[in-house]
């Protein structure tokens, strides 16, 4: 593994011990990548011989002009439009409101206590935050901008209010951290979707346009009224790593906000569990572990810790298969372990349909692991 180098591309795909593709074949391989496997205990992978040949000539991008200096002007010109769209914005809200009123949303608590406290200040901070019009309005851009991006967005202010509530911040706390991970991405929204929803690797000039949005955010919600620094500053330093190799300004330890790195954090692991163009979603165990390797690497320990402790890995109702070709619903959370719950079987290996339901306790059966859990909270089985 130490041979491996950034920019190798991979012939095979890279499994977790379970058997799971947590790489797939054609990945370029990343120094983050790279450490990432090491810290997973994965001892070898098959790469591509690299070529001497010159690289092919890229496809030509449609990359619209921008102002003297470089600024994306015409973005920013775009951005004033699409605040515009009432019905955009009214639609981003209503999606908002309804995750935060969801029983998805509760699902993800892994601590029973919590809940019902969960449940009535995510609320609450949310449907105080949608009803701020500066706020409204960017969140309608980011809804007409990139959808993926908009329901990331969602699922990421999701999982930070658990952590923030499992470090007992109050509501002003609460509110300050949710509005920063609602709109920590807004930066894309004045990018050129050339680069934003890019399939093909990215050029070093497009990758360093691409860093901008973390700076351009920061401006974003430095102006919008009734937006702290604190929660404009989730926008500017998410992408900022425990070990100073993060962007935009390589700082480490505690100059990186406590915020910042919560949202940072949920903004991994929703990317991990999330299918991307090169590369299929890790299962939500895989995803678990790789965050457990960022301790005190790309996030401070005890944060991550806090994380894997209260953000639930297999939330209720949440259809599984497990290792025994068995598919089942998740049944229990409250008193399983994060990453071993209760599973109600409803269909057996063979395809057969239960008649009637069994519960498989994990922490009881250590030869059974789920191989595989969907996103969404309900799928018909």
Sequence with gaps: MRELS??????????SRNGSVMLEAGTVLTERYIQRLVNLGIASAFVEERETAPEPPRPARNHAKTAAGGSPAWRDADAELLKNNDAARKEACELVVKLAMSEQATGRVAVGSME??????????????????????????????????????????????????????????LHDLIVGALLF?????????????????????????????????????????????????????????YRGNGYPFGVKHKDIPEYAQIVGMADMYDALISPRHHRQPFTLGEAMEYLFAAGNYDFDLELVQTFLRNVSMYPASLVVRLSSGQTGVVADVENAMNHRPVVRIVREANGEKVQQPYEIDLRNCRDLVIVHATKEEFQKV
């Design 6 to 15: 950034a920019g190798d591309v991979l012939a095979r795909p890279v499994r």
């Design 116 to 173: 019902d406290k969960f449940r009535r200040q995510f609320r609450t901070v949310v449907t105080e935050i949608v009803t701020q019009r500066p706020i409204a309005e960017e969140l309608g851009v980011l809804l007409q901008t990139d959808r993926f991006l908009f329901d990331h967005s969602l699922q990421v202010a999701l999982l930070s209010c658990v952590v923030g509530l499992a470090k007992n911040y109050d509501m002003a706390k």
């Design 185 to 241: 991405d807004i930066g894309m929204t004045r990018l050129s979707p050339d680069i934003v929803k890019s399939k093909l690797p990215l050029t070093a000039a497009e990758r360093a346009e691409l860093k901008q949005h973390t700076v351009k955010g920061f401006e974003i919600l430095s102006r919008l009224p009734g937006v702290s620094q604190a929660s404009a500053k989730c926008a500017l330093m998410h992408h900022e790593r």
